[in-house]
C-alpha cells in the first residue's frame, strides 16, 4: 500500500538552530499536510500544500510541496524549546476512497 | 483549541470488556476519522465516514466498528478488549474528504 517516509527519524538541535526535515513518496499526492503533536495531545495543522512547487510559511515555518508531487519538506528557523514535539506529513489524494496517509513522524528535541 | 471534541478523555477497562469512544466534529465539518496510536507509533488510519456514510476502512479489525450519526457526531466501539488495543484513539475532523484534518485531543485507552 501507500507509504510515506520521513527523515530524519529523530534530530537534536541546539537552541536558535534551523531545522529541516522531509517526506517522501513512491506515491504522487495532489496535498501534502505537516502537523506537529505534543506528547498526549492531538495533532494540529501546521501547514497545508495543494500545489506543486508551492512554498508556505507559518511564521518561523516554511514548507515545500516537491515538484515530483512525491515528496514534501519543511524547515523551521531559529528554533525555540516550544518547538519539541513530533512532526508529522500526511498526503492526501483523491481516489476511490479518499484517504490520508500519515507519516511515521520526525521526533525534535531542542537543547536550550 | 480545533473544536473538535472527544470524550472520555481517559478510560481505563479490563480485557474482553467493550467501550465506546465519542467524538464530536467541527461546526460545519462533515467528515470524521478515526486514528489509533499506539506507544511512539505513527497515527494508523482506522475508519473514514462522510455525512453519516462510511467512505474507507483502513487497517480496523473486526472486533472495532463505528458509526456517524445524523448530527454528524460519531462513536468508536471496541470489544473483546486485548491488552494490545491500549493506545490514544484521535478523531479528527474536515469539511470535506481528505485534506486538511483537525484533530480532537484523543481518548487514552488503558486495557488491563
Known amino acids: 500500500g501507500q507509504q510515506l517516509n520521513q527523515s530524519p527519524q529523530s534530530m537534536f538541535i541546539q537552541e536558535g538552530e534551523d531545522v529541516s526535515m522531509n517526506c517522501t513518496s513512491s506515491?504522487?499526492?495532489?496535498?501534502w499536510l505537516w502537523y506537529k503533536q505534543d506528547p498526549g495531545e492531538g495533532p494540529v495543522l501546521l501547514i497545508a500544500?495543494?500545489?506543486?512547487?508551492e512554498l508556505t510559511s507559518n511564521g518561523r515555518l516554511t514548507a515545500q510541496f516537491g515538484i515530483t508531487r512525491k515528496d514534501s519538506f519543511l524547515n523551521i528557523s531559529a528554533s525555540i524549546p516550544s518547538d519539541v514535539g513530533i512532526y508529522f506529513c500526511?498526503?492526501?489524494?483523491?481516489?476511490?476512497?479518499?484517504?490520508?496517509?500519515f507519516g511515521p513522524g520526525t521526533s525534535l528535541s531542542v537543547i536550550p | 483549541d480545533s473544536g473538535v471534541t472527544q470524550t472520555p478523555k481517559h478510560l481505563i477497562t479490563a480485557t474482553g470488556q467493550r467501550v465506546t469512544l465519542r467524538c464530536s466534529p467541527r461546526?460545519?465539518?462533515?467528515?470524521v476519522y478515526w486514528y489509533q496510536q499506539s506507544l511512539d507509533q505513527g497515527l494508523q488510519f482506522l475508519i473514514h465516514?462522510?455525512?453519516?456514510?462510511?467512505?474507507a476502512k483502513g487497517n480496523i479489525l473486526e472486533r472495532f466498528s463505528a458509526q456517524q450519526f445524523p448530527d454528524l457526531h460519531s462513536e468508536l466501539n471496541l470489544s473483546s478488549l486485548e491488552l494490545g488495543d491500549s493506545a490514544l484513539y484521535f478523531c479528527?475532523?474536515?469539511?470535506?474528504?481528505?485534506?486538511?484534518?483537525?484533530f480532537g485531543p484523543g481518548t487514552r485507552l488503558t486495557v488491563t
Open positions: 461546526s460545519g465539518d462533515l467528515s
Open positions: 500526511a498526503g492526501a489524494m483523491k481516489t476511490s476512497y479518499d484517504k490520508v496517509i
Open positions: 465516514y462522510y455525512n453519516g456514510e462510511e467512505r
Open positions: 500544500l495543494y500545489k506543486a512547487g
Open positions: 479528527a475532523s474536515s469539511v470535506d474528504t481528505g485534506y486538511e484534518q483537525y
Open positions: 506515491s504522487i499526492f495532489n496535498t
